[in-house]
């Protein structure tokens, strides 16, 4: 799986450029498109990133089109409108609490593409399973945020490499998102929104706190 991606030519193959001048950008221009094809790229990419178990407890709802944002702008707060409306896609994150019912399937693959021996699935099977099948919902909430708010900073990093920049924002209604969304609220948990596209103006500079006022060393 990793090679598909190595072996892409991306836009923007500098990590200093990706990672240190990357900006959210709340303003983008809405004349520029991007196609279905390269969203779903974009989302395969950033799936690389590591879960918890392998679990990958995280689903995707995409805004491309006007009737689907109006749908969303309805619980949007409007301080986060000027990214709804005029990226040409925002992607909505949300963790899944049901990824460990397909665990089995998921490390089956994985024995049978002779990745690992059938004593590390037995072994797999007997100790993070159980975890997972007697967790209670916060447990399995947590867990789910965690992969999905790894998963949400790679996506960012994949957008510039791809020649865009980003916007995360979750300035909206969580009480309603997901039912919003259309998808099961028992299930899903909103994480969060990554408007993409082409800057419609420029980023606004910030600064950063010094850093050694946010780290202690544990003696």
Known sequence: MREKFLARDYVNNDYKDIVFNRRSCRRFDPSQSISRDEIVEMLDEATITPSACNLQSWHFVVVDNEEARNKVKAITMPFNYPQLETAPVTIF?????HSHKVYREVWTKVYEEG??????LDAIFNSFLPLYEKADRDFLIKDATLDSSMLAMQLLLVARAHGYEANAWAGYNSKDLVSTLELDSERFVPIMAISIGKPGEGPLESTRYDVNSKINFLA
């Open 115 to 120: 990745k690992i021996t059938k004593e590390k």
């Open 93 to 97: 994150i949300l963790g899944d609490t």
